[in-house]
């Protein structure tokens, strides 16, 4: 058995994390079995489901998160300690150099880097332009396998590289799908704002700056005072949740935003959901975005996500965020008349584009194979 060892930071329900698990339920474990780098010992929401499927978890204290040195030394460690790793899998962006440079010196054969995202979003100066370049140099150096959710990410984190292996952000189709058979029901969020004529929308993705979830509250504030029937769910967790709830607050809008924490019945949020909220000021290619068009689900989005996560079902609509309130109302009220794509047209979609993880695993054992 090949055990590959995922440098991930945290396994919360997260667009790289739910890929990562995805691909990890459906690979052959007989030949196969993943490990996973920590750098938190705060519980993550995926920690069971790993330990159940055979899988170790190595935990580094927050601190080794900060200092890049530090990380690199103690991951270097950790590798020699535990070998031997047939390969290491790095998920973190730039910081996969550093990682690369630990996996390179205590002689791990296989080393994959894989590009999630289509920009760093730390404050942007000379020191940090320089870290940039360097990451992507010694990236490039040090892998030997280089893999992209999308033509962006991939364009982003490996400039210089032509032999980038795509593998889209793949779900379990066949659950997602299911969801015609429950939309849509009004009791499922236990709400009594809600009534049939409420638009529910849906935004799925940890607090963090760059899923802008004050624009979806300024947008809700927006809504209420125009007197229209709306509730707004936030799924997910992260370091800003009391800072949004704050915000929510100070707006007057805790009975039109609802948040619902870390959840593990995505396909059924979305099934029971208008519209899927995506305000993002960037993203490369979400894995919830395939979830929804899948489901059915309509999305609207902002201009800083890529194009190709439009899988051409109808079912996405952008809008860019520097736009007015009124013109994100109105393609909301598009969204609302257009006709959904029936599971059959879906299915063949999906699968079509590769999206099936049936498919999306056999490319990563392909090669790991190589």
């Known amino acids: ?114 590009a999630h995202s289509t920009r760093d979003f730390s404050k942007k100066n000379m020191v940090r332009s320089i870290y940039q370049s360097f990451s992507k140099k010694i990236i490039a150096l040090l892998a030997t396998d280089f893999i992209a959710c999308g033509l962006q990410p991939g364009t982003y984190l490996f400039p210089s590289v032509k032999n980038v292996v795509f593998i889209p952000n793949a779900i379990d189709v066949v659950k997602f799908l299911k969801t015609d058979n429950y939309k849509k029901n009004i009791d499922f969020f236990q709400s009594n704002k809600i009534t049939k004529d409420t638009i529910i929308f849906s935004q799925v993705g940890r607090f963090m700056p760059v899923k802008n979830h004050e624009f979806s509250i300024n947008y809700a504030f927006f809504l209420k005072n125009k007197g229209i029937d709306f509730h707004m769910f936030f799924v997910g967790s992260g370091y800003l949740e009391d800072e949004t709830k704050k915000m929510v607050v100070a707006k007057d809008l805790t009975n039109y935003i609802t948040f619902l924490g870390v959840r593990g019945d995505i396909d059924t949020i979305l099934a029971n959901s208008d519209i899927l909220l995506m305000p993002s000021i960037y993203e490369g290619f979400p894995v919830i975005l395939v979830e929804s068009q899948t489901a059915g689900t309509p999305a609207l989005i902002s201009g800083g996500i890529a194009p190709e996560v439009d899988l051409g079902l109808n079912l996405v609509t952008f809008c860019d965020l520097n736009e007015s309130f009124e013109k994100w109302f109105d393609l909301t009220t598009e969204i609302l008349k257009n006709p959904l794509p029936n599971q059959k047209k879906r299915n063949k979609v999906i699968g079509e584009r590769g999206f099936d993880i049936n498919i999306s695993v056999k490319l990563l054992e392909d090669i790991y194979n190589k």
């Open 1 to 114: 058995m090949k055990r590959i060892l995922h440098i991930v930071g945290t396994m919360d329900r997260a667009g790289a994390e739910t890929m990562v698990m995805n691909l990890y339920r459906a690979i052959d474990k007989t030949q196969y079995q993943f490990d996973f780098v920590y750098f938190t010992e705060k519980p993550c929401a995926y920690d069971d489901e790993i330990l159940e499927l055979g899988g170790r978890i190595f935990r580094m204290p927050d601190k080794y998160s900060k200092n890049t040195i530090s990380r690199t030394f103690k991951l270097y460690q950790l590798i020699k300690k535990q070998n031997p790793f047939y390969a290491i899998h790095c998920h973190q962006l730039l910081a996969n150099a550093f990682h690369l440079i630990a996996a390179y010196f205590s002689g791990v054969p296989k080393r994959l880097a894989h």
